[in-house]
T-cell receptor, first 115, second 116 residues
Framework: DGGITQSPKYLFRKEGQNVTLSCEQN?????MYWYRQDPGQGLRLIYY???????QKGDIAEGYSVSREKKESFPLTVTSAQKNPTAFYLC??????????????FGDGTRLSIL | AQKVTQAQTEISVVEKEDVTLDCVYE???????LFWYKQPPSGELVFLIR??????QNEISGRYSWNFQKSTSSFNFTITASQVVDSAVYFC?????????????FGAGTRLFVKA
């Protein structure tokens, strides 16, 4: 079945530690996204990528980094510079060829907490 | 700047009741798209509908219907004869020509509880 796989489902970070969240898709989508979801808030865009080897900052990129070396993969690193990393992180993807404004397909998220 | 407001934080209804989730948006663009997504307890957002700014025709899909009114900048979502399985958080979202349509602004979401 085609879809987006995020791992791990739960992740704990120690102070001063970098952690990486995995996102893999087999939908053959060109665009991929990372969102952060906090309680009572909508999703906020961290980074997005339209094509391999290219990505743009979203609204809350500080303290995060990404790479897009393969079409299928868009890992997110939460660095020690992110002082409040506790949140639910969602990865999404969408097609590009059909024009902009495409609906996004989401993974089932990674919940990150500080130890 | 774009903005999506979902004023209802939580709604609780009894099964078989009709319920309407409100969504008000702001954008300066004339070309934009509006979306609704459902987030069940599993966490994954599920796409429900997309509507473009040039099509104000209302849409019905089974028990779901959507009312798009540009005059009031609203895109409301109605569930008819609600069921327990409709319990979820529902997000309204907006995408316009900023960044070529790849950036989506989400509302804060409305949590719907449907009691048996």
């Amino acid at each position: 079945d085609g879809g987006i796989t995020q791992s791990p489902k739960y992740l704990f970070r120690k102070e001063g530690q970098n952690v990486t969240l995995s996102c893999e898709q087999n939908l053959n989508h060109d665009a991929m996204y990372w969102y952060r979801q906090d309680p009572g808030q909508g999703l906020r865009l961290i980074y997005y990528s339209h094509i391999v080897n290219d990505f743009q900052k979203g609204d809350i990129a500080e303290g995060y980094s990404v790479s897009r070396e393969k079409k299928e993969s868009f890992p997110l690193t939460v660095t020690s510079a992110q002082k409040n990393p506790t949140a639910f992180y969602l990865c999404a993807s969408s097609i590009v060829g059909g024009g902009p404004f495409q609906p996004q397909h989401f993974g089932d998220g990674t919940r990150l907490s500080i130890l | 700047a774009q903005k999506v407001t979902q004023a209802q934080t939580e709604i609780s209804v009894v099964e078989k009741e009709d319920v309407t989730l409100d969504c008000v948006y702001e954008t300066r663009d004339t070309t934009y798209y509006l979306f609704w997504y459902k987030q069940p307890p599993s966490g994954e957002l599920v796409f429900l509908i997309r509507r473009n700014s040039f099509d104000e025709q209302n849409e019905i899909s089974g028990r779901y219907s959507w009312n798009f009114q540009k005059s009031t900048s609203s895109f409301n979502f109605t569930i008819t004869a609600s069921q327990v399985v409709d319990s979820a958080v529902y997000f309204c979202a907006l995408s316009d020509t900023d960044t070529g349509g790849f950036k989506t602004i989400f509302g804060a979401g409305t949590r719907l509880f449907v009691k048996a």
